[in-house]
């Protein structure tokens, strides 16, 4: 999860290798990338940045594209031009992070050209990943690639859907959302996206984040409903934030649009600088819709329709 600026990105198509499955049904124009989850619960994926591995966190809670700052070297991205339309810095939640170039970001048969990304610290997901004897990934694919493209991101069945012809916004064949609810989704000034729900019967805005381990809820708002907590020894933190204990709270009715999500345990934690001016919209964005939900709600979020789709389970 990280809150960062969002970029218009220009997509260009290339005879390049494509994973398996490389096509939906008898269609040219998607291609499905497999996904892997990792012990952190997020969703993985391979690409190549500047022709070279990389392994990307799919975080529909981050604007922005970010390569770890450990591996800018490899991967030979380059400083900012003078003259760029790009700023030199961006403010990532609350502090100023490097904003540096990719010529390349290859996803399957989809390249993206001259790719604005943020340099960033991920050395807390990387140690995770280390404990947990995982390959530790090399930055996030944020929401800039995935809109730009018109992405699909099945959270259940670890698929990322890509339309190679993004300027054909055809609809993605073979889909079926027969039993899935739909709940339109508010799209940022940066780039983010909320969906509206109730928490204890009061109105609230979540955003839609595949890069929080677990549906997280804005402590003060926890607070100011009333809702007891209890401590754990697990921890959560963000790009430019310092880890911060994590609590838990019992929830006595969740819903997103529609969608009943019942009684369920959420993480508690100061979110402000996470959801900084979110906090001030009507009704607040109160929390981060994880990937717990997403997955056990079969989550598909739909970026060219800026479309969530749930299931009741």
Known sequence: MVC???FSIPLATNAAPRSEPATIGQSTQFEALPLIRSRQNHLLVHAWINDKPALLIVDSGSPGTVIASRRRSHFGVSQIPTDSKYPARVRVNGSYNTLVMARTLRLGGLTVGEVPAISADLNGARRASR???????????????LFASRAVLDCQRQLLILNLQPDQPLPVPG???????????????????YVNGLVNGSQ???MV????????LH???????????????????????????????RIRKLSVGM??????DVGVVDLGGILNEALQ??????????????NRHHGIIDFGTRTLYLKKT
């Open 131 to 145: 404990s947990a004897h995982e390959q530790q990934a090399d930055g996030i694919l944020g929401t800039d690639v």
């Open 219 to 249: 402590k003060p708002f926890v607070k100011r409903l009333h809702i007891p907590t209890e401590q754990t020894r697990m921890a959560s933190a963000a790009i430019n934030m310092k880890e911060e204990g994590l609590d838990v709270a």
């Open 209 to 216: 984040d595949t890069g929080a381990f677990a549906t997280l």
């Open 281 to 294: 919209l009507s009704p607040p964005a109160v929390g981060l819709l994880g990937a717990e939900i997403l």
């Open 175 to 193: 889909l079926d959302f027969r039993g899935f609810q739909k709940v339109p989704m508010f799209v940022t000034e940066g780039f983010n996206l």
């Open 4 to 6: 960062a600026v969002g």
């Open 204 to 206: 609230a805005r979540l």
């Open 259 to 264: 969608v009943d999500i019942g009684r369920n």
